[in-house]
């Protein structure tokens, strides 16, 4: 028998149960024309995912609870399976709030189909609880729930019988990180298959990570082949946000064979239905389409940034923004980025110079702005960073206890902090309020990692949509900006050759200084301290400093090594003077710095969780500091 099955990769909304309740009723309307057997729906796909704490609103639980009951009605001729909140008001969690899983429900013919022990829905297993994901805070899981009743798992997950055209078929419905059997003890989906599961049915709310598809198409693929039936995949489109990092979903809704071949899936980033074609003798699926190419860097950030910030540009009603334009790397990344979003008449751009700021820079930020045709001023800020160098150095303090006067003495980092804010806090954020709409933090990755940013200076904006990039990144994205989008030299070859300066000081103008980090060899040990799941400390970078393969560790170059610390004694003081930087103070500026568009497998914000604590360094790592010193 041949049944025809419909993927719902909806943009989901998170928070608004009647928005996405709508759209439901509306992909099972288009499924039904369809003459679709089965149609498949997202995980949380009525409530969304990320939404904090409003997991703890009553009237919320109680709609997505209506909108529920409501798409259950509309299933006639048509079987439903999606994943929404499922609620047990007898049942109290350890915390004492209601009893609440992230819950898949499956529905034909106006009625509920499946469950465990008597319950109308299928539970999620495995409660991811790392990165962005908080699912033990406020769902309880599967295993724990056999553990409560004193049950079994393996048992409990069975694969739900439904009936087409007089034919019963069983389908083995998870959701999400149940999918994902690598970190976990029991494999769901072998288990379903093994319990008579003929089709894998993978209901997610999956966000994207840069790499993190062709990761799932290996997973998935060897899943399918080890249980010898199809996989289907059906992810959801949009974006959500935990606070402090916004997630971009690209759908990539996938069908895999029992062979474990990739035989279909949806494009990135497209609300659209993908139609499919279960062959249930030959036991395998039918692909209305090939699969969707995968982009490869920087085509793939691009992609993730223009979509993920339209989207949340979108969401908080803001049409215009405003940046500052110094002339280097970031600042033009950020503001062609914009010009392609909103439009260049909705972009705003403004060089700030002060008398450290070169000609070059300020050309260079001339004919960038004028490239992209966005509206452009040059507002010198010379005239107030001095007054208030003069106001802070002249006016004398009153101790009220001793009587004593004193005066303040501005170093040079105080005066360049000034320009920084003077620049942020003052006219830029003004403008942007004059000009309507809000103005963008042009931060790098590495930038944040060391907190080489001001407080409230150009730390400050609505989000940070190039905060998950290290520079190499933001150089790679600059060109392809140029030869693929604009397809002309917006942005000023200068732009790329120039060595990236702050110009806050006589010591820091182009020609005369720069950046304290060797991009080509801080990016890449920055990233080591974040990004590896293993987190790395100062200990392995001088393990791996005296074992020669530091280099190969970190995945930079060794010239870039050589050049950036050129021994051992100047390996360890880069090392510290970093990781006491990245471990301490920066903390508080990212803290406070805005949100995060996510792109890389871990971006600062919830996705890496941080207290502020003294660096530490480890009774290892001050050994090998005297081995290498003393060696040396």
């Known amino acids: ?50 939404i904090g704490d409003v997991w703890e609103q009553q009237t919320f639980l109680d709609d997505c609870d209506y909108y529920c009951q409501e798409i259950i009605k509309a299933s006639h001729d048509i079987c439903i399976a999606f994943g929404s909140v499922a609620m047990e008001k007898d049942k109290l969690n350890e915390d004492g709030r209601l009893r609440k899983y992230n819950a898949a429900f499956v529905c034909q013919n106006g009625t509920l189909v499946g469950g465990y022990q008597g319950r109308s829905f299928i539970i999620k297993n495995s409660l991811p609880n790392y990165r962005e994901f908080d699912d033990c805070r406020y769902f309880y899981s599967l295993h724990k729930l056999c553990a409560e009743e004193g049950a079994s798992v393996e048992q409990a997950l069975q694969p739900v019988t439904i009936t087409i055209r007089g034919t019963k078929v069983k389908l083995g419905i998870m959701l999400c990180e149940d999918g994902w059997t690598e970190n976990y003890h029991l494999n769901v989906p072998q288990t379903l298959a093994h319990n008579g599961a ?39 489109v949009g974006i959500q946000n935990n606070g402090k990092n916004v997630f971009t979903y690209d759908g990539c809704t996938s069908a895999y064979n029992g062979d474990g071949a990739l035989i279909s899936s949806a494009e990135m980033y497209a609300d659209t239905l993908l139609e499919l074609t279960w062959d249930t003798e030959a036991n395998c699926i039918i692909p209305s389409c090939p699969p969707a190419s995968l982009p490869e860097e920087p085509e793939n950030i691009y992609h993730a940034i223009k979509y993920g ?79 208030t160098v003069d106001q802070l150095s002249n006016t004398a303090i ?159 170059s060794e010239s870039a090594l050589s050049e950036a610390c050129p021994n051992a004694e100047a390996l360890i003081a880069d090392l510290e003077r970093w990781w006491k930087l990245f471990a301490g103070f920066a903390v508080a500026k990212r803290i406070q710095a805005p949100p995060v568009l996510s792109l890389t497998k871990r971006s600062f914000g919830y996705d890496h969780r941080e207290a502020q604590l003294t660096p530490y360094f480890s009774r290892e790592y001050y050994q090998l500091k005297k081995e290498l010193i003393h060696h040396d």
Not at 333 to 352: K, Q, S
Not at 353 to 361: C, E, F, G, H, K
């Open 1 to 50: 028998m041949k049944i025809k099955i419909i993927c719902g990769q909806l943009e989901i909304v998170p928070g608004r149960p009647d928005v996405n309740y709508q759209k439901i009723i509306t992909a099972i309307n288009a499924a039904r024309q369809q003459q679709a057997d089965i149609l498949l729906l997202p995980e949380m796909a009525l409530p969304g995912y990320l």
């Open 198 to 236: 003929q089709l894998l049915c993978n209901l997610s709310c999956s966000p994207y990570t840069l790499g993190k598809n062709r990761k799932r198409n290996r997973l998935f693929s060897a899943q399918a082949k080890q249980a010898g039936i199809p996989l289907i995949y059906c992810n959801n």
């Open 309 to 387: 910030t339209s989207k949340f540009l979108q969401q908080c009603g803001i049409q215009k923004m405003t940046i500052g334009l110094s002339g280097g790397i970031d600042s033009a990344v950020t503001a062609a980025l914009y010009a392609d979003i909103l439009g260049p008449e909705n972009v705003l751009l403004l060089n700030l110079p002060s008398r450290y700021n070169s000609t070059t820079t300020q050309n260079l930020a001339y004919s960038l702005a004028k490239a992209l045709g966005a509206n452009y001023a040059v507002l010198p800020i010379q005239e107030s960073y001095e007054h």
């Open 398 to 556: 009153t101790n009220l206890t001793t009587s004593e006067h004193f005066n303040l003495s501005l170093s040079g980092l105080v005066k360049e902090n000034i320009q920084a804010r003077d620049r942020g806090a003052r006219l830029i954020a003004a403008a942007a309020a004059a000009f309507g709409g809000a103005f963008s933090c042009n931060s790098n990755k590495a930038e944040l990692a060391v907190g080489y940013a001001t407080f409230y200076g150009d730390i400050a904006g609505a989000i940070a949509i190039i905060g998950d990039l290290w520079k190499h990144q933001v150089y790679a994205l600059g060109r392809y900006l140029n030869e693929a989008v604009f397809k002309r030299e917006v942005i000023p070859d200068a732009i790329f050759t120039i060595r990236p300066s702050a110009e806050l000081s006589d010591a820091q103008t182009v020609g005369k200084g720069g950046d304290p980090l060797v991009y080509t060899y801080h990016d890449y040990l920055l990233r080591a301290f974040i990004e590896n799941w293993h987190k790395t400390t100062p200990a392995d970078i001088l393990r791996w400093y005296k074992q020669g393969i530091l280099a190969q560790e970190l995945g930079c």
